[in-house]
């Protein structure tokens, strides 16, 4: 997560930038205003770097991300995204000890009112798109294969599944998080999918019944990871998006399991008490130290919707986090796709009809054409 200090510079950064553009487009780049705005942004993006090895910026439905953390509105924000978005620029990402050469390399194509290949990445900051599906393309391009087979999933390494159920365990105790053995799960998540190449088919099939919160859990981690890092998102950013997926329902522990394992529907006090495992959920992951704030966020929030008319009940102005609505989706997927004592698995072609479904509503639209985009790639899960 961004310090304070580094959000600061780099909106600094932001500011100096769009001025700089301005004026390059309106004199030239080699004009003395120009090069004095370029220097300031310059300086400001140094020493945002300053303590970091990259930082990572994402534009998402006309709202800006850093590092996976949503931004306040702001006039110059909104104007940066405006910029982006006409050169079709939808993810950027900073390394540290970036040349006032390349600032100025940055300037100069974002002065241009060109088309988006006339700008190109430099070695320390990298320009990407975040390509989305057409309107043609959703559910109607996806194959129709059984989303529940068995036989078309990799098992997750057991090592994974066992770690995966000693923290949902220990949690059950009562006892305290391990936040190394987690991020550990989650290295070792991104670290198979660079090897594998084709993350989701590394999605756990469920084996036992008892096996269901932790298996669960963890594609929910793998399908989250999945979304961000397509999104741009990567470095601690990432890992800290898949912490938080992986201990989305740690509140269920707290849930009784006649409750939670009941085959039938639940009544109207029992599903009061389900409803309230997002808090506890929250309220445990925020006493428990070395876990990112985002874990306690992304636990509070991921039943909440996209239109805030879920749980638990909030002010009409909550802003859900990209992170809590990337874990929402993969959650519906994954429930969707499982074979539940109260529920065959559904098809993916029916997965991606519910997920266009609830665009709007239930989920962010601008994630669910990502998680499509996704989908479409895949001939089976």
Request: net charge negative.
């Amino acid at each position: 997560m961004i310090s304070a200090a580094s959000q600061h510079e780099l909106h600094e950064f932001i500011r100096h930038l769009l001025s700089a553009v301005a004026g390059a487009a309106l004199y030239t780049v080699n004009h003395p205003q120009v090069n004095r705005l370029a220097e300031a942004a310059h300086s400001s993006l140094a020493r945002a770097l300053a303590e970091r090895p990259d930082i990572a910026l994402l534009s998402v439905d006309g709202e800006l991300i850093i590092d996976a953390e949503p931004q306040p509105f702001s006039l110059v924000l909104d104007r940066f995204v405006q910029v982006l978005r006409e050169h079709g620029i939808g993810h950027l990402r900073f390394l540290a000890g970036v040349p006032r050469s390349e600032v100025d390399q940055l300037i100069a194509g974002l002065a241009r009112q060109t088309a988006a290949e006339q700008l190109v990445s430099s070695e320390h900051i990298r320009l990407g798109q975040v390509e989305l599906p057409g309107e043609g393309s959703e559910a109607g391009s996806l194959g129709s294969a059984g989303a529940g087979s068995a036989g078309t999933l990799k098992d997750l390494p057991p090592a994974e599944l066992a770690r995966m159920e000693e923290i949902y365990e220990a949690v059950k105790r009562k006892e305290r998080l391990k936040p190394s053995g987690i991020a550990a799960v989650v290295a070792d998540l991104v670290e198979a999918f660079q090897r594998e190449g084709a993350p989701l088919l590394l999605l756990a099939a469920l084996r036992e019944k008892d096996e269901y919160t932790f298996t669960h859990a963890a594609n929910v981690c793998i399908l989250t990871i999945v979304q961000a890092q397509t999104l741009g998102i990567s470095g601690q950013a990432l890992h800290d998006i898949g912490i938080a997926a992986i201990l989305h329902d740690v509140g269920k522990m707290f849930v009784p399991e006649e409750i939670l394992c009941k085959p039938d529907s639940l009544t109207d006090d029992e599903f009061t008490r389900m409803k309230q495992h997002p808090l506890l959920g929250a309220r445990y992951l925020m006493e428990s130290p070395g876990v990112p704030r985002l874990a306690s966020i992304v636990a509070f929030e991921h039943h909440l919707r996209f239109d805030r008319s879920g749980y638990p009940s909030v002010s009409a102005d909550w802003q859900q986090h990209v992170a809590s609505q990337m874990t929402a989706i993969a959650d519906c997927f994954d429930a969707m796709r499982t074979r539940r004592p109260y529920q065959p698995p559904r098809e993916l072609k029916d997965i991606a009809s519910a997920l266009v479904k609830g665009s709007g509503t239930e989920f962010n639209p601008v994630l669910v054409r990502n998680m499509l985009m996704i989908l479409s790639k895949l001939n089976r899960i």
